[in-house]
């Protein structure tokens, strides 16, 4: 007992950070993309490409109405597709050569390590999310015909039971978020750039929201609100967001 107690690393120390260092990381961020483009663009273009793909199941699964819950949903899976900018920010930062098959390795690196596990919780959160919103139609909507998507749209925002529906969900899912951002901001840079258990990192990520609760709301919400601006038109904008917000993350 004792000798494993001295063998497990230290806590890594959380610093509080101001709108000046927020500041200073998204104009970082920029110059990193600006830096070396091509691999952020690459990234971003794979990720409108995934959400262009999630419409077309849907649509093809004639579900047009989880449209909405999955485009909600969609910016949690972001700090993994930014793994390969994080790549590309230390190597910037540390001035090794940035190729294109030193970020797919590093990339493909993380499937061995700790990261890997991340993509359990982030699955959970994800299902949990989809069944909350099933579970809110059926309690709310389950009466309802909303066989389009039109329909559905018109059923949420002219009915009480639609009204209803949209506040419990957003409610729900902005504590789901919340839990999931606190969780993943930190810990998923933090596991790719150095060995530390799964456990460790999460808790260092929520002790840096708490530490900084504004400021990283703050962030939560900028990236949020970014991803889903530039999920329009068609997930397209996401090729220029989505690299500044991974290269600012790092």
């Known amino acids: 007992m004792t ?24 104009k970082a961020g920029a110059r990193d993309f600006a830096a070396k483009p091509l691999f952020g663009l690459a990234i971003g273009l794979a990720c409108a490409l995934f959400g262009i793909a999630i419409v077309a199941c849907i649509l093809w699964l004639d579900i047009p109405w989880m449209i909405y819950p999955f485009a909600i949903g969609f910016p949690l899976i972001g700090p993994f597709l930014a793994v390969g900018l994080y790549e590309v920010s230390r190597r910037l930062s540390t001035g090794e050569p940035v190729t294109a098959g030193a ?9 061995g390590r700790e990261l890997s596990w991340m993509s359990f919780v982030v699955l959970f959160v994800i299902w949990v999310w989809v069944y909350q919103v099933r579970l809110l139609m059926a309690l709310f909507l389950g009466m309802k015909s909303y066989s389009t998507l039109d329909r559905f749209i018109a059923l949420v925002t002219t009915t ?9 969900g957003h409610i729900v899912g902005a504590a789901l978020a919340i839990i999931m951002f606190s969780i993943t901001v930190i810990s998923i840079p933090m596991l790719m750039e150095r060995e530390i258990d799964i456990v460790t990192a999460m808790i260092t990520s929520v002790k840096a929201v ?41």
Do not use: N, Y
């Open 103 to 111: 970020v797919v390795s590093r990339m493909w690196a993380q499937r």
């Open 210 to 250: 708490l530490a900084s609760p504004v400021v990283m709301v703050g962030w939560g919400l900028i990236v949020t609100l970014a991803v889903m601006l530039g999920s329009l038109p068609m997930f397209l904008g996401l090729v220029i967001i989505l690299p500044v917000l991974g290269h600012t993350t790092w």
């Open 160 to 168: 009480t039971e639609g009204w209803l529906f949209l506040g419990l």
């Open 3 to 26: 000798e494993t107690a001295h063998s497990m690393p230290p806590m890594p120390k959380v610093r509080a950070i101001t709108a000046t260092d927020l500041a200073d990381a998204f």
